[in-house]
């Protein structure tokens, strides 16, 4: 099957403000299908190269109507928040061409229990697990699983809700700041406890039509906030791609195993999935089998910002799956790896301080990306303002050589209170 028909040059909006939409803007402004790029509401990053209107991720109409202001012929959902908005289904009923699954398909990342529901339907392999509202039963529940857990903040958490536990007592402690305590709000008035899995993480993506998948380069995501795999869960402090040398034989099972079950599931739901499929797994060693850890219902950050440049040109397959037309198609990567570092703040994942002042971005080589995340830049120049400020990626014909060039970009840069993991592929 052939590319599907495009426009003779595309006027393509990005929505939403992270270094993944700041890699999604990149990677179709280099595509020659693509005639303009805009992104909404965009950061400090997007602003340099690119129309930054100010509608947020959320505003479903607002999106519409600025999408039909800048006569829009494809729009890429970012963040979760997006999906779990509607945005998708307020595109499909404006007529408008959109990369992203409408709000009954996304359900499969905005609730953990209703994924974990469609897995046990459909026969994809998962961690065995119980659903709770109340503490009472989730504590007695626990205390009867004598292994290592996972509790799980059922709704959206920026990441940030699950807690990886070695102990009874931590995972009593975790779902009771989220269901008595209120931690993560109302994402954790329900919460999800399972089997801790073991084995080497890996992130699969998948771009859907609603019927059928191809497969992007998995990649490897570090979630934890310290070196060793050590500390809180974070949005993600790095990664690199391709995840593993059988990368191709992991993806054929994966697609086979998991994304057209779960396809075939929401169909039947009369939810089809439309947009990214991020795959979160856990690979067997030995046998190289993959047991799902979650569901997110668009591309991963940091992972989209070392899949992408990896990708000649991904602007096809967002038409594709955004017209029903993906099936038949497959993404021919650039050959070499890519490794991608988060700077972050001191006290990251939690609160974080007034911006600080950031130097260093006009010295990292142009053959280095940095993809912008929490960042500001006035007449005094550039500030690190988030949490997560900014990732460095580099690609190169090795792991090794992608890795020492992210690194060695991102030693140029400096803001107080910097941190970093330093073992983002090290050993990969």
């Not at 006027?11 to 890699?23: C, D, I, K, N, Q």
């Not at 402690?173 to 993480?201: F, H, N, Q």
Request: proline residues 7%; contains cysteine.
């Amino acid at each position: 099957m052939t590319a599907p028909a495009l426009a003779d040059r595309l006027r393509v909006l990005v929505v939403g403000a992270g270094g993944r939409e700041h890699a999604l803007a990149w990677a179709c402004a280099r595509s020659p299908r693509v005639a303009a790029v805009a992104c909404t509401p965009g950061n400090a990053g997007t602003a340099e190269r690119w129309p930054t209107p100010s509608v947020a991720a959320t505003d479903a109409a607002g999106l519409v109507a600025l999408a039909r202001a800048q006569a829009t012929d494809l729009v890429i959902l970012g963040p979760d928040s997006a999906v779990a908005a509607g945005v998708g289904d307020a595109m499909a009923a404006a007529g408008i061409a959109c990369f992203g699954p409408t709000r009954a398909a996304g359900q499969v990342e905005s609730s953990k229990a209703f994924a974990k529901a469609c897995m046990d339907r459909a026969g994809i392999p998962t961690a065995p697990f119980a659903v709770f509202d109340d503490l009472a039963p989730a504590r007695d529940f626990i205390r009867a699983h004598p292994g290592r857990l996972v509790v799980k903040a059922d709704g959206l958490a920026l990441g940030k809700g699950v807690t990886v536990c070695d102990t009874a007592a931590q995972a009593v402690a975790a779902a009771t700041a989220l269901l008595v305590g209120g931690a993560r709000g109302e994402a954790g008035r329900r919460v999800v406890i399972e089997d801790r899995l073991e084995g080497e993480e890996i992130s699969c993506f998948a771009v859907c039509d609603g019927e059928d998948a191809v497969m992007l380069l998995p990649a490897r995501d570090y979630k934890r906030a310290h070196d060793g795999d050590r500390g809180p869960n974070t949005g993600g402090m790095g990664a690199f791609a391709p995840a593993r040398p059988d990368w191709p034989a992991v993806n054929a099972r994966v697609r086979r195993e998991v994304v057209l079950p779960l396809l075939q599931e929401l169909a039947r739901q009369g939810a089809p999935y439309r947009g990214c499929l991020y795959v979160g797994g856990m690979v067997d060693p030995r046998t190289g089998a993959v047991t799902v850890l979650e569901f997110n219902a668009r591309f991963g950050d940091p992972e989209a910002q070392v899949v992408l440049p990896l990708l000649p040109d991904p602007v096809p397959w967002l038409v594709g799956a955004a017209t029903g037309q993906v099936g038949g198609l497959t993404p021919v990567p650039a050959a070499g790896a890519a490794v991608g570092v988060v700077a972050t703040r001191r006290g990251y994942p939690g609160p974080v301080r007034l911006p600080v002042p950031l130097t260093g971005l006009d010295t990292v080589d142009a053959s280095t990306l940095v993809f912008h995340m929490g960042t500001r830049r006035s007449a005094a120049g550039w500030r690190a303002a988030g949490g997560r400020v900014l990732t460095c990626v580099a690609t190169a014909p090795s792991l090794a050589e992608a890795r020492q060039r992210a690194y060695g970009a991102l030693a140029r840069v400096r803001f107080p209170g910097q941190r970093q993991r330093q073992d983002i592929a090290a050993g990969a």
